[in-house]
């Protein structure tokens, strides 16, 4: 199964900060990795998919990069809503999906 | 809307079997690959199993493989996932989820449930 880690694990971060959280595969998965929000006790909300595309309805304050091994989530200026836990999953290997271990974004 | 509304869940002992159900709403549904990716509290996502449109391509994580069975019925708008010989680290909330592009399993996942919680435990 291909292994998806993500760094850090955790930061804290102020409003209006630039923040940038990495992914990287262990084997080339080309463009298919999503990127996901999760907020206590809520269900994960896609925020972008093939590693650069936004998902219909988020802020474009949300952005992706990269292909091959090493994709990173960029949010451009934070807001108190944005602090939450970030998932990676790769797409390119079935079975199985896999996701990172998630990076969690507090308020400093 | 979308909507996709998980039921089933409870308290079962090591050994049980438990039939999660996931009514989906909104959308096509028999267009669509649909999955479930579990949760245990506390902890991070995992991807448990996936169906395509047409049942013709199932897939399963190995720490279910050979206990757990997905399967859906198109006509009742409906994902199923029995699970058997559960494991206290079976337990998770389970959440369905559906695939963002129609067709076979294509992977990133635009809508979830609400998830239901399963707990086993003696």
């Known amino acids: 199964a291909i292994r998806m880690t993500q760094s850090p694990s955790s930061f804290s971060a102020s409003t209006g900060d630039r923040v940038t959280i990495t992914c990287r595969a262990s084997?080339?998965?080309?463009?298919?990795l999503a990127w996901y929000q999760q907020k206590p006790g809520k269900a994960p909300k896609l925020l972008i998919y093939?590693?650069?595309t936004l998902q219909s309805g988020v802020p474009s304050r949300f952005s992706g990069s990269g292909s091959g091994t090493d994709f990173t989530l960029t949010i451009s200026c934070l807001q108190s809503e944005d602090f939450a836990t970030y998932y990676c999953?790769?797409?390119?290997?079935?079975?199985?999906?896999?996701f990172g271990q998630g990076t969690k974004l507090e308020i400093k | 809307e979308v909507q996709l509304v998980e039921s089933g869940g409870g308290l079962v002992q090591p050994g049980w079997s438990l039939r999660l159900s996931c009514a989906a709403s909104?959308?096509?549904?028999?267009?669509?690959?649909m999955h479930w990716v579990r949760q245990a509290p506390g902890k991070g996502l995992e991807w448990v199993s996936g169906?395509?449109?047409?049942?013709?391509?199932?897939g399963y994580a190995d720490s279910v493989k050979g206990r757990f069975s997905i399967s859906r019925d198109n006509a009742k708008n409906s994902l199923y996932l029995q699970m058997n010989s559960l494991r206290a680290e079976d337990t998770a909330f389970y959440y369905c989820?559906?695939?963002?592009?129609?067709?076979?399993?294509?992977?990133?996942?635009?809508?979830w449930g609400q998830g239901t919680l399963v707990t086993v435990s003696s």
């Open positions: 989820a559906k695939d963002r592009r129609g067709g076979a399993v294509t992977g990133a996942f635009d809508y």
């Open positions: 999953q790769q797409y390119y290997s079935y079975p199985p999906y896999t």
């Open positions: 169906i395509s449109w047409n049942s013709g391509n199932i």
């Open positions: 909104g959308f096509t549904v028999d267009n669509y690959g």
């Open positions: 093939a590693a650069s």
């Open positions: 084997q080339d998965i080309s463009s298919y």
